[in-house]
């Protein structure tokens, strides 16, 4: 991959997919969204375990700091 990449609408369902998976099997893995994760974009990853937002931490335009960004992340995930 390479920063700035979009991110997949289409593969959200996805996230739910292996969520269900892993409870039904009682399973032990995480599950992480690579690729064009923002403030917008984390609500719908709300399945997801681990995000990886390196463009929209470190090179936002819209946030004053990384810290701001993260905590953007953490309660855009959470909402």
Same mark, same amino acid.
């Given at each position: 991959?390479?920063?700035? +990449?979009?991110?997949?609408?289409? +593969? =959200?369902?996805? $996230?739910e997919k292996l969520k269900t998976i892993r +409870?039904?099997?009682?399973l032990k893995y995480l599950i992480e969204v690579d690729g064009g994760v923002n403030a917008q974009t984390a609500r719908l990853c709300r399945s997801?375990? =681990? $995000? =990886?937002?390196?463009?929209?931490?470190?090179?936002g335009e819209s946030v004053a700091d990384y810290r701001q960004a993260i905590n953007m992340l953490k309660e855009a995930k959470n909402d």
């Open positions: 991959g390479f920063g700035g +990449q979009s991110f997949m609408h289409d +593969q =959200v369902e996805k $996230l +409870q039904e099997k009682n997801a375990d =681990v $995000l =990886v937002a390196g463009s929209f931490v470190f090179k």
